[in-house]
C-alpha cells in the first residue's frame, strides 16, 4: 500500500514570496490533514478536509495562507506571501474515516525555509 | 500553560537500557492517548494507541495511562540503536477529533 505522497521536499524562498505544497493521501481515505510542525514542537493542525468538504481550518492563518482538495483526493496548501515564521515543515496525513481514534498516517512534509 | 506537555531531552541511554518517555496533560476530557515516532526528515507514524486509563503492551513497548495523575507514560525495554527518534505523544477528548500534541522527546541509544 502507498503512502501519503508529499511534494517537494524542500523549498527556499524570500519573505513576500509565494509558494504552494502538494499532498497524494493513501487511497480510500477520506480525511485529509494538514499541519504545520515547527522546530523543536509538535504538530499544529492547520486545515483538515472530510472529502472535498472543510471540517476544521481554525487555526489557518487566512489572510496569508489557503488550501484546497481536488475531488476529495490531492490537496494543495499554499502560502501569499511568506513569512519569516513560516519556515517549519509542512506535513500532510490521512486518516480512513476522521474519527478522533483513528491512526492517521503521515507523509514525509515539505520543509520551508523562509529568507 | 499548554494542555500537553514533554520534555523536549534530549534523553541519551546505552543500548539495552529501559527508557521512561512522559507526557503530563491538563484536560480531564482526554480519553484516546497516542504515542508517535518520528524519525529524523520523515513524518510521525503511530507506535501505541491506548483508551482511557490502564497499561498497554506491544513486544518491546508498554504505554501507561494514569488519569488520576494527568500523566502518560511510554516504556521502551532492551532499548536498540533504531529507537532513536523523536517521540510525540497526542491525546483527544471524546467526541473531539483534534489531536493535541506533545513537544517531543528526542531519544538517542548510544551503542
Known amino acids: 500500500e502507498a503512502g501519503v505522497a508529499q511534494s517537494p521536499r524542500y523549498k527556499i524562498i524570500e519573505k513576500r514570496q509565494s509558494v504552494a505544497f502538494w499532498c497524494n493521501p493513501i487511497s480510500g481515505h477520506a480525511t485529509l490533514y494538514w499541519y504545520q510542525q515547527i522546530l523543536g514542537q509538535g504538530p499544529k493542525l492547520l486545515i483538515q478536509?472530510?472529502?472535498?468538504?472543510?471540517?476544521?481550518d481554525s487555526q489557518l492563518p487566512k489572510d496569508r495562507f489557503s488550501a484546497e482538495r481536488l475531488k476529495g483526493v490531492d490537496s494543495t496548501l499554499k502560502i501569499q506571501p511568506a513569512k519569516l515564521e513560516d519556515s517549519a515543515v509542512y506535513l500532510c496525513?490521512?486518516?480512513?474515516?476522521?474519527?478522533?481514534?483513528?491512526?492517521?498516517?503521515f507523509g514525509p512534509g515539505t520543509r520551508l525555509l523562509v529568507l | 500553560q499548554k494542555e500537553v506537555e514533554q520534555d523536549p531531552g534530549p534523553l541519551s541511554v546505552p543500548e539495552g537500557a529501559i527508557v521512561s518517555l512522559n507526557c503530563t496533560y491538563s484536560?480531564?476530557?482526554?480519553?484516546?492517548f497516542m504515542w508517535y515516532r518520528q524519525y529524523s526528515r520523515k513524518g510521525p507514524e503511530l507506535l501505541m494507541y491506548?483508551?482511557s486509563s490502564g497499561n498497554k503492551e506491544d513486544g518491546r513497548f508498554t504505554a501507561q495511562v494514569d488519569k488520576s495523575s494527568k500523566y502518560i507514560s511510554l516504556f521502551i525495554r532492551d532499548s536498540q540503536p533504531s529507537d532513536s527518534a523523536t517521540y510525540l505523544c497526542a491525546m483527544s477528548a471524546r467526541g473531539n477529533y483534534q489531536l493535541i500534541w506533545g513537544a517531543g522527546t528526542k531519544l538517542i541509544i548510544k551503542p
Open positions: 478536509f472530510q472529502n472535498n468538504g472543510v471540517v476544521d
Open positions: 491506548t483508551y
Open positions: 496525513a490521512s486518516s480512513l474515516e476522521g474519527y478522533y481514534q483513528e491512526t492517521q498516517y
Open positions: 484536560n480531564s476530557a482526554f480519553q484516546y
